[in-house]
């Protein structure tokens, strides 16, 4: 049974930093890309970023330079260093993992496994 479990989320203030991790179980980590997708209330989920299995990132336009995805294949986990923080950063963020090598990034539905989900709040 494939478990994603996000972690780190919190309340920060505009300009701070939170790191939030995924632990994956289940699967054979290095088999699947991660993303990182967030849902802010009354709106779609959107993409933030992705690290393929080739170790290509994707980021969003609206967190590039900010946000940085990374794995870590022995511990089978997956981070996301968010810096400079803004007020509409806050969201519930969400881990998923999928095992293509090509296409979007960017659409949910194309991945397979997510998350429960973990709140940060960027206070202004």
């Known amino acids: 049974q494939v478990q994603l479990v996000e972690s780190g989320g919190g309340l920060v203030q505009a300009g701070g930093s939170l790191r939030l991790s995924c632990a994956a179980s289940g699967l054979t980590f290095s088999n699947y890309a991660m993303g990182w997708f967030r849902q802010a209330p009354g709106k779609e989920r959107d993409f933030v970023a992705r690290m393929w299995r080739s170790g290509v990132r994707n980021y969003a336009d609206s967190v590039k330079g900010r946000f940085t995805i990374s794995r870590d294949s022995a511990k089978n986990m997956v981070y996301l260093q968010m810096d400079s923080l803004k007020f509409e950063d806050t969201a519930v963020y969400y881990c998923?993992?999928?095992?293509?090598?090509?296409?979007?990034?960017?659409?949910?539905?194309?991945?397979?496994?997510w998350g429960q989900g973990t709140q940060v709040t960027v206070s202004s």
């Open positions: 998923a993992a999928d095992r293509r090598i090509t296409g979007s990034e960017s659409r949910p539905t194309e991945y397979e496994f």
